[in-house]
């Protein structure tokens, strides 16, 4: 399907399930991204569940978003249950604004829901020219080191900051080896997932996709990735107000209520301490570039360059959409 | 030798090297402090390197630290080549000072020296019940992904959080499978590292320390790894005016100028959005806690339980010190 008309069909499901045409377009928006950056177990294959927390009441349309103000540069967003999308937006555009007043924004979201990209959040700080640290967290999916039952989300940390060249620095990982979307889309398409990657419920590992996720995805390097894990959860659900502990909703399998997801954005001028900020990054970018390259490397990429190739290439065209899921719009 | 004896003792022998006896104390305490925690790669095994730093006027014994204030919640330190301890020590009772005062204090250091742990700045702030981000860069260890030369230092990513327990909650952990100190001291007490951990210079597999000091050390998880290096590296070197891409001098080998390591502390209060804090996060900590564990696990630990029972342990006695450290002391 065509981009445009991709977004105005994705607007107007939003739109059929009672979000006011500027919150639908917002999430129109960030799902097709997702789609064009090639993140698409973060795009169009979760409309169908959106619409459907929607319709259960454990998405609030209709939200009440409260912006607390606790200092110039200090925020506090109370989403009132949104779809994360609007909730992110309305608290990244806070941070620019807190960032460029006070040199540095700081924000925290509860009663959130499942945003998306946190790259792509980040990446509206950097193109105000300004440093983002994105934090969310997620439902349980990662066992803490230690332990065989999934608890933490996958967790991601995002970090954006301005290269003065046309792509953006944007690094956006979750801490799990696998991430919890690549195995939802696997598992809706029926493919397989590369072993070492998840284990299924009885800790065995599996390249199951449907097993793995009532199994446990494995952390990155141990009790390193358990630890950021941790870390995240502390800073974007204990600090925020929000669910922590494995207590964040899977938003495709628990309707029993609200997700309350919470999120932790940082946004801060790079110019605080020194003037030539842009120049400094360029060079770091350079050195880097300059390196000797493994064998098979022919550019040495900075995070956020492949990214950008895929939206590049993607814009062009047009998104495909696959069988199950066209017919999951046709009915929403 | 006992702890109050070796702490007279390093204090003497800093002071001797120039530093004030405040100075030389704030020193002989970090050091200490990581030996206390187990972390002797960065411990006295260093000492003759700082001495030897001042000694060839790449360490400035006697700075003049400038704090200059950006706003009250902002401030950047110019270390003048000060030892690290004692950049950091200036730097983390702004920020701490900072949060008290604003909720948030945000101070990025230039001009500073390796520090030792950032865990134990990280603890500083938490102790005076202040969550805290420590980020610092270090000499060329790694390979950026996608090639076959160091460049990031091993960049270590430090969180530290109240717990309302006796154990503060402090994560610290470098981005690369084994820290450099840890090669380092298996290089000077002739032990092997273990397989997998680093190449040598020719980008092969090695297990011997000297072979690895010479080549490279593999980043965490491949390209996440290296872009959590190259996250910390623009946190800690490009926007603090420090060097940075492979500029920091290695302390050991490299005496044609001062490292210019750069530092980044974000501080702030855990009840910034929510007013009971440490209730959420005893729940936090109880919750990971009683998941099932795997076979082996008497308990699951939250990141900094290992180290204070180390601490605690190591209380208690004396520390040991290698042969070749106490001719070092001899000498110094």
Request: proline share 5%.
């Amino acid at each position: 399907m065509k981009i445009n008309k991709l977004k105005k069909k994705l607007t107007e499901i939003f739109m059929n399930y009672k979000l006011s045409k500027t919150h639908a377009k917002i999430c129109s928006d960030a799902i097709i991204n997702a789609e064009l950056v090639g993140a698409s177990s973060h795009g169009i294959s979760r409309v169908k569940m959106y619409c459907d927390r929607i319709k259960k009441k454990v998405i609030n349309p209709k939200p009440k978003i409260r912006l607390k103000k606790i200092s110039n540069s200090i925020f506090h967003v109370d989403a009132d249950n949104s779809i994360g999308f609007v909730a992110a937006d309305v608290a990244i555009k806070q941070a620019i604004k807190s960032a460029k007043k006070t040199g540095l924004g700081f924000i925290g979201i509860k009663n959130s829901g499942h945003y998306g990209l946190s790259g792509y959040y980040a990446e509206q700080a950097v193109k105000k020219n300004l440093i983002a640290l994105c934090f969310t967290n997620a439902p349980p999916a990662l066992a803490p080191f230690g332990s065989k039952k999934a608890l933490f989300g996958t967790n991601p940390i995002c970090f954006g900051a301005p290269t003065s060249l046309k792509v953006p620095f944007i690094f956006d990982a979750s801490v799990s080896i696998i991430n919890r979307g690549k195995i939802r889309l696997a598992a809706k398409t029926k493919r397989s997932i590369p072993k070492g990657t998840a284990l299924d419920k009885n800790g065995q590992l599996t390249t199951d996709a449907l097993k793995a996720l009532k199994g446990v995805q494995l952390p990155i390097a141990g009790f390193r990735g358990s630890g950021l894990a941790w870390m995240v959860d502390i800073l974007s659900g204990v600090l925020t107000g929000s669910n922590h502990a494995g207590k964040v909703r899977d938003p495709f399998d628990d309707f029993s209520g609200p997700q309350n997801v919470g999120h932790l954005f940082i946004v801060f001028k790079p110019n605080l301490f020194v003037g030539n900020y842009s120049q400094r990054i360029k060079e770091n970018i350079k050195r880097v570039k300059k390196l000797p390259k493994t064998k098979g490397t022919s550019d040495i990429l900075y995070p956020g360059q492949n990214k950008y190739k895929r939206y590049k290439k993607n814009m062009k065209g047009k998104i495909k959409i696959p069988h199950a899921i066209l017919k999951d719009f046709e009915n929403l």
